[in-house]
């Protein structure tokens, strides 16, 4: 987009393929562990978990914070997990991917790499989408919480307090 220049969509959007992509997110120091694979699976999540595990080190231990998405949660991820006792599952509650920090992440490459983007094929974006990893993992930054707990609380507290009783 150039200064000034309304955004522009078309009513034509061809959809070229589908890419999923894997990524974890870690939360000290803001480095990424990706693979994109064009199907969303539980053999391609194993795949990536494998990928994780030859990527940490062996003396730590990996709390993955996923989603409730079904692929992470079929038997032969949790046959593979109970071969891998460092591996730790936490799944957030529906509707909260907000506190999941590759959630923000992934808006962060929403926004700065797919939402203007014009891929012509799924391999052109995967081009693109590893590119923007590379460059983030050579200044790679961890999201910072800029409030305690008690202030999120008071301000939602207040939040409720205003819209009680408001009639919708």
């Known amino acids: 987009m150039m200064p000034g220049m309304p955004e522009r969509r078309t009513h034509d959007y061809v959809r070229n393929g589908i890419t999923s992509l894997f990524a974890a997110f870690d939360i000290a120091d803001g480095t990424v562990i990706s ?62 991917s907000w506190i999941n920090q590759v959630e923000r992440w992934f808006g962060l490459l929403a926004e700065q790499k797919i939402k203007r983007g014009a891929h012509k094929s799924v391999r052109a974006l995967e081009k693109d989408v590893r590119a923007w990893i590379a460059d983030w993992n050579t200044h790679p930054r961890p999201f910072l919480w800029t409030k305690t707990a008690e202030e999120i609380l008071e301000s939602l507290a207040r939040f409720c307090r205003r819209i009680s009783g408001a009639g919708h």
Do not use: Q
Not at 67 to 73: A, C, F, I, R, V
């Open 35 to 96: 693979e994109l694979h064009r199907k969303h699976r539980a053999a391609e999540f194993k795949k990536f978990l494998i990928t994780i595990d030859k990527s940490v080190p062996a003396e730590l231990d990996v709390h993955l914070v996923c989603d409730n998405y079904g692929t992470h949660k079929t038997p032969s991820i949790k046959a593979w997990l109970a071969k891998h006792p460092r591996f730790h599952m936490h799944f957030t509650p529906t509707g909260s």
